[in-house]
RNA sequence: GUCCCAGUAGCUCAGCUGGAUAGAGCAACAGCCUUCUAAGCUGUAGGCCGCAGGUUCGAGUCCUGCCUGGGACACCA
C-alpha cells in the first residue's frame, strides 16, 4: 500500500513559513527585489548556541546590496515579521549569520503525524513518482556472491529503499550475464567435476570454477544421472550442463540475496537480449544514425563523439560480438520500457566502463542525466586487526553467505550502509561480530527495544495507551530534542535519495538513538505520580519508537523488540 | 603514461549547493545502576583536514601542481 503524502510536515511548514518571512523582510529593507533575492536557506547549526535554525542570507546579499554582511543582517531582522513564524529570539553571530531560536512547542505537532502515518512516516512526495530502474549486483552466475558484490547489494537494496520512499516508482533488477564465455567456461567445469565424480579424468578448462559449488554440481548430477552424459554429444552435453549450472548458480543467487534481505523485480537474461532480437535491432540502429564504422574488420561504435576517449569495437573482426553491444541493447531496452531515469550500481573495477556507457545513452538518443552510474569501491576485510588476504582463485575469498553466517545479517548490511558507496572501506569483522557496545549496529537496535521494553511495562503496570492524550506535559528540552529529530526524518530520506546516500540514514537513525537515549537516562517514561505525563511521554515513545523502525526497514535491519 | 577513488583525532569514518570555535563512534581518562534493559548516560582529553600555491569577505570543501595508498585502462566478460 503506497500513500504519498501531499501535505507538507510541519517542521517543512515551520521552515518554509520563516523563510518565507526572511525573503519579505529582504525586499522591505529595500536590499533587493524579486530574483535579486537570494534563495533562503535555513541549516540547522551544529553547535546549539548557534540557534535552532541560522540562515547565511545576509552574506549571501553582501555583492548585491553593497554593504557590510552583519549590517544587512541588521537591515532583515529589523523587518523581520516574526508574528506568524515561531521566533522566540533573533541573534546576529560571527561573519553574519542569523541565528533563530525557536518556540519549540509547535514540534509537539509532529508526534499525531508519526502516529497517524504509522510505517509511511518519512514517506514524501519529492521523487513525483518518476520511473526509475536501479540495476545493481549483477554478479555472474557462476560462483558465489563476494565481500565486494555483499557492498552493492546492502548499498542497492538500501537506495531503492530510500528511492521508493521518497516518493520514487523503483524498479529493481538484475542482470544476467548468461551469454557469454564464462558460460561456457561454467559447462566445462561443471562436465569436469562430473567426470572425476565418476572417477573419470577429465581437465578443467582454463579459467575454470573452481568453486565447491560446482564441484557439488558435478557430484549431484553423477549420482542422480549415473554415467549417461559420457556416451551423449559433447555438443548436447555441454548445453545440459550449461543450463543446468544456470540454474542453480541462479538459485543459489535468489537464495542468498533473498536471505540478506534483497529482492529484484526483474532478472534480467543477456541471452534474452540475443534471442528476441534486440542486440540485432541495436546495431542496426546505430549503423543507421552513423554511430558505427568498419575498420580492420571490424565494427566500431564512435563512442568518442560523446566524450569517451577512443572508439569501441561492437563488432570483433571473427564477427563475434563484444561484451559492450549486449550491454548497450540492454540500456536500449530499459529506455525502451519507459523508465526515465536509470541507475547502475557497478563495482568499481567497471569504473572505466562508465565513459562508453554514458556516450551509449546518447547515442540511443538520450539524455546523459538520464544515466546515473554509482560506484562501489573496493572493501578491505579486517580480522584482529589484521588485513585477510583473498584469493580468487582458490575460492577462498569471503562470501556474502559467510558474512551472513558469521557476521548475521543485521550488522553486515548495517556496516554496508554505514559507509558511503564510492570510497574505499575497511570491514573489521571481529568489530562486526563483536556482541558488544563497540558494534554500532546495536546502539540504534537497542534504543528500539528499550522503547519495546517501556511498552511492556506499561502494560504489566495496566497503564492503557492512549495515542490521542494530551501532549502538553511535553515540554523539557530533551524531549523536545528527541521531537525536532523525529521531525527532520522525511527531509533526512529525501537527502539520501537526492545524494544517493544511503549512509546519512545511518547517521541520522544514530543521532535519532542517541536524542532518545540522553532523554531516557534524564526522565523517566512512566510516573506514577502524574498520569498526564506518562500517558503523553507514551505518546512520544510511540513515535520515537516508529521513527527507528522506520528508518531501520530503509537499510534492512531488524527492529529487535529484546536485545 | 592516462583516468577514477582516497589521504580529516590513536583507529574507523561524517562533513549537504564554499560559511561560525572542523564533528561522530570506538579506544583513553573521570563520574552515573534500591527506580521503564548500563549494548545506556554525563563529562574530560585528543587535529599544521597529505604538501605547496591560487581563487574571495570566507576554503576540509573550488582550481593548479606535487607526494602517498588503492583501482581501472582489450577486437575479455
Same mark, same amino acid.
Given at each position: 500500500m503506497r500513500r504519498t503524502h501531499e501535505h507538507m510536515n510541519i517542521m517543512d511548514q515551520v521552515k518554509e513559513q520563516l523563510k518565507t518571512e526572511i525573503a519579505a523582510a529582504i525586499e522591505a529593507a529595500g536590499l533587493a527585489w524579486g530574483e535579486d533575492v537570494p534563495e533562503i536557506v535555513l541549516e540547522t547549526p551544529k553547535e546549539k548556541s548557534h540557534g535552532d535554525f541560522a540562515s547565511n542570507a545576509a552574506m549571501k546579499l553582501a555583492s548585491v546590496a553593497k554593504k557590510a554582511p552583519r549590517a544587512i543582517a541588521e537591515d532583515i531582522v529589523n523587518h523581520l515579521n516574526t508574528d506568524k513564524a515561531s521566533v522566540k529570539e533573533i541573534e546576529i553571530a560571527g561573519p553574519g549569520f542569523i541565528n533563530f531560536f525557536m518556540d519549540n512547542r509547535y514540534l509537539i505537532d509532529v508526534i499525531p503525524e508519526v502516529l497517524d502515518q504509522g510505517a509511511d512516516y518519512g514517506r514524501s512526495d519529492v521523487g513525483k513518482q518518476k520511473k526509475v530502474q536501479v540495476e545493481f549486483v549483477s554478479a555472474n552466475p557462476t560462483g558465489n556472491l563476494h565481500l565486494g558484490h555483499a557492498r552493492g547489494a546492502?548499498?542497492? %537494496?538500501?537506495?531503492?529503499?530510500?528511492?521508493?520512499?521518497?516518493?520514487?516508482?523503483?524498479?529493481?533488477?538484475?542482470y544476467i550475464n548468461d551469454a557469454g564465455n564464462q558460460i561456457v567456461n561454467l559447462a566445462r567445469s561443471v562436465e569436469s567435476r562430473y567426470f572425476e565424480a565418476l572417477g573419470m579424468d577429465m581437465e578443467m578448462p582454463e579459467g575454470g570454477y573452481q568453486g565447491a559449488d560446482v564441484r557439488q554440481f558435478g557430484e549431484e548430477l553423477a549420482s542422480e544421472q549415473g554415467d549417461r552424459f559420457v556416451h551423449v554429444e559433447e555438443e548436447e552435453r555441454l548445453e545440459f550442463f550449461r543450463e543446468y549450472g544456470l540454474k542453480r548458480e541462479i538459485e543459489k &543467487?535468489? =537464495?542468498? &540475496?533473498?536471505? !540478506?534481505?534483497?529482492? !529484484?523485480?526483474?532478472?534480467?537474461s543477456?541471452?534474452?537480449?540475443?534471442?528476441?532480437?534486440?542486440?540485432?535491432?541495436? &546495431? =542496426?540502429? *546505430? +549503423?543507421? =544514425?552513423?554511430?558505427t564504422y568498419e575498420e580492420d574488420g571490424a565494427v566500431w561504435f564512435r563512442s568518442s563523439r560523446y566524450g569517451d576517449d577512443k572508439d569501441r569495437v561492437l563488432v570483433k573482426n571473427d564477427g563475434t560480438y563484444t561484451y559492450l553491444l549486449p550491454d548497450i541493447s540492454y540500456h536500449r531496452d530499459k529506455f525502451g520500457r519507459g523508465f526515465e531515469k536509470v541507475i547502475n550500481i557497478w563495482g568499481a573495477d567497471h569504473h572505466g566502463y562508465i565513459p562508453r556507457m554514458e556516450a551509449a545513452v546518447q547515442a540511443l538518443g538520450h539524455d546523459k542525466e538520464q544515466l546515473e552510474t554509482q560506484i562501489?569501491? /573496493?572493501?578491505? *576485510? !579486517?580480522?584482529?586487526?589484521?588485513?585477510?588476504?583473498?584469493?580468487?582463485?582458490?575460492?577462498?575469498?569471503?562470501?556474502l553467505r559467510d558474512l551472513m553466517d558469521e557476521v548475521g545479517i543485521d550488522a553486515t548490511r548495517y556496516f554496508f550502509a554505514m559507509r558511503s558507496p564510492d570510497t574505499h572501506m575497511d570491514f573489521d569483522l571481529s568489530l562486526a561480530k563483536s556482541q558488544s557496545n563497540e558494534n554500532p549496529v546495536y546502539y540504534v537496535q537497542y534504543a528500539h527495544a528499550r522503547l519495546c521494553s517501556i511498552f511492556r511495562q506499561a502494560e504489566e503496570r495496566g497503564i492503557t495507551f492512549d495515542p490521542a492524550a494530551d501532549l502538553t506535559p511535553i515540554h523539557s528540552e530533551k524531549e523536545l530534542?528527541?521531537?525536532?529529530?523525529?521531525?527532520?526524518?522525511?527531509?533526512?530520506?529525501?537527502?539520501?535519495?537526492?545524494?544517493?546516500?544511503? +549512509?546519512? /540514514?545511518?547517521t541520522y537513525l544514530h543521532e535519532l538513538a542517541s536524542a532518545f537515549h540522553s532523554?531516557?537516562?534524564? %526522565?523517566?517514561? /512512566?510516573?506514577?505520580? %502524574?498520569e498526564p505525563k506518562t500517558q503523553a511521554r507514551l505518546v512520544l515513545a510511540k513515535a520515537v519508537?516508529?521513527?527507528?523502525?522506520?528508518?531501520? %526497514? &530503509?537499510?534492512?535491519?531488524?527492529?529487535?523488540?529484546t536485545m
Open positions: 546492502a548499498v542497492g %537494496d538500501s537506495l531503492c529503499n530510500i528511492l521508493d520512499f521518497a516518493g520514487y516508482d523503483v524498479t529493481r533488477e538484475y &543467487l535468489k =537464495q542468498d &540475496l533473498e536471505q !540478506f534481505r534483497v529482492r !529484484f523485480d526483474v532478472w534480467y543477456e541471452t534474452a537480449l540475443y534471442t528476441n532480437g534486440n542486440v540485432e535491432e541495436t &546495431l =542496426q540502429y *546505430l +549503423h543507421d =544514425q552513423g554511430e562501489i569501491q /573496493m572493501v578491505n *576485510l !579486517f580480522e584482529n586487526g589484521e588485513r585477510v588476504k583473498m584469493s580468487k582463485r582458490t575460492g577462498k575469498a569471503v562470501t530534542d528527541v521531537l525536532k529529530k523525529i521531525g527532520e526524518f522525511p527531509e533526512e530520506v529525501a537527502i539520501a535519495a537526492d545524494k544517493f546516500a544511503p +549512509h546519512r /540514514m545511518t532523554f531516557y537516562n534524564a %526522565d523517566r517514561v /512512566m510516573d506514577a505520580e %502524574d519508537q516508529t521513527t527507528v523502525q522506520n528508518g531501520l %526497514d &530503509l537499510i534492512g535491519v531488524n527492529a529487535p523488540e
